[in-house]
């Protein structure tokens, strides 16, 4: 134990308020206490707007609250600015004297992976008032718990400008992209155009039998809708052997494959697409083009698919699952302007992508030093 440092348990140095939800008939869009269910409108501390209103709140967080998320996912910390309605998945900790409100949410963050061991549940993890309650966090005396806050904040803002800038380069990326070529739903240069499906060779995903375990943990990557969040793929979360790929419909697929996820929650949201820098393998929720057009380079295509988002975005369905049907894709009308400035773009964007892998590497440092001093201060 440091020196001047105790630990006790939240419940001791908090007042816990564990969510309810309230009468549905009393949750609207206009009137009434902000209502917040869960962490859909989490940020990266402060909570975010919801739309939705509780006429009649059952359970209460008052301002400088610190949220934590008890129904899955759990072990989630925001801090709330105001008075708000909270339901079943959250509870609220209001802080007493001898602790701050940020040096709790960071407390509460260090927790995450405790409260996700001691979750219970079989369908819905969640984790009781007792398991809150008796959650051990240390507490330095108040000066040392403000210089922590001031060295952690300092870090995260790091953290912050750097995914901004990250940010700033997709938007630089698609920019360039108009500039050049115009909106391909209008094509105001009146290029020919022909459909995706006939300028691409469209593959499916699959899955190898989870009860075999030789298909498993091998080194061939198997990229699901989790590992879409970048525009280029070279890496999964999960990996599958060879014997794995042989006996099942999963399909290697070669170096400039472009992928879109066409089945799952997340296209409510954005549409992800990527393109491969290594051979891989998919999964069902995706899809693949291999382009099969000489006159058509991969980048170009890639950004001209994200140029159509929003209007694909409008044709997702939703019946066990959000889904598009391939065929809209398929009959996308991609204009086809001259190879060569298809090939001046792909250089502007492989320039700026240069840029964003030496940002990239230097949040990765940022973050590996914010990790080693929260597990300093809280493990």
């Given at each position: 134990m440091k020196e001047n440092w105790t630990y006790k348990k939240l419940g001791e140095v908090c007042g816990i308020t564990m969510g309810q939800s309230p009468d549905s008939d009393s949750v609207n869009s206009l009137d009434g206490i902000e209502?917040?269910?869960?962490?859909?409108?989490?940020g990266e501390r402060l909570l975010g707007v919801s739309k939705?209103?509780?006429?009649?709140?059952?359970?209460?967080?008052?301002?400088?609250?610190?949220?934590?998320?008890?129904?899955?996912?759990?072990?989630?910390?925001?801090?709330?600015?105001?008075?708000?309605?909270?339901?079943?998945?959250?509870?609220?900790?209001?802080?007493k004297k001898e602790i701050n409100v940020p040096f709790l949410y960071y407390s509460l963050l260090s927790r995450q992976q405790y409260f996700e061991k001691n979750a219970t549940g079989s369908t819905f993890k969640a984790i009781s008032s007792k398991i809150v309650s008796n959650t051990l966090i240390p507490i330095p005396p108040m000066e040392e718990q403000e210089r922590i806050?001031?060295?952690?904040?300092?870090?995260?803002?790091?953290?912050?400008?750097?995914?901004?800038?990250?940010?700033?380069?997709?938007k630089l990326a698609q920019s360039i992209f108009y500039e050049m070529f115009g909106d391909p739903i209008d094509n105001p240069k009146k290029w020919e155009v022909k459909k995706l499906g006939k300028i691409t060779k469209s593959v499916g995903g699959g899955t190898p039998s989870k009860t075999v375990q030789q298909?498993?943990?091998?080194?061939?990557?198997?990229?699901?809708?989790?590992?879409?969040?970048?525009?280029?793929?070279?890496?999964?979360?999960?990996?599958?052997?060879?014997?794995g790929v042989e006996n099942s419909s999963a399909k290697l697929l070669p170096i400039g494959t472009i992928l879109i996820v066409n089945r799952s929650g997340i296209l409510k949201h954005t549409l992800p697409v990527a393109i491969t820098t290594r051979e891989v393998t998919i999964n069902q929720d995706i899809k693949a083009l291999v382009v099969n057009d000489e006159k058509v380079a991969n980048i170009y295509l890639l950004f001209c698919i994200k140029a159509f988002s929003n209007y694909l975005l409008s044709k997702v369905k939703t019946v066990t699952v959000d889904s598009i049907e391939f065929a809209i894709f398929k009959n996308l009308p991609i204009p086809?302007?001259?190879l060569s400035l298809q090939q001046s773009f792909a250089e502007k964007i492989e320039a700026i992508e240069h840029q964003k892998e030496l940002v990239k590497q230097s949040l990765n440092e940022v973050k590996t030093l914010f990790d080693s001093r929260m597990d300093y201060y809280f493990n």
């Open positions: 209502f917040h269910q869960g962490k859909t409108c989490f939705f209103f509780a006429s009649k709140p059952s359970k209460i967080a008052e301002p400088n609250s610190v949220l934590l998320c008890v129904r899955a996912p759990v072990g989630y910390p925001n801090i709330t600015d105001r008075k708000i309605c909270i339901g079943r998945g959250l509870c609220a900790l209001s802080v806050v001031a060295e952690l904040d300092l870090l995260q803002s790091v953290i912050d400008k750097k995914k901004a800038q990250l940010d700033e380069y997709d298909y498993w943990n091998g080194d061939v990557v198997w990229v699901s809708s989790k590992d879409m969040k970048t525009t280029y793929i070279s890496d999964s979360q999960i990996h599958i052997t060879q014997e086809l302007p001259p």
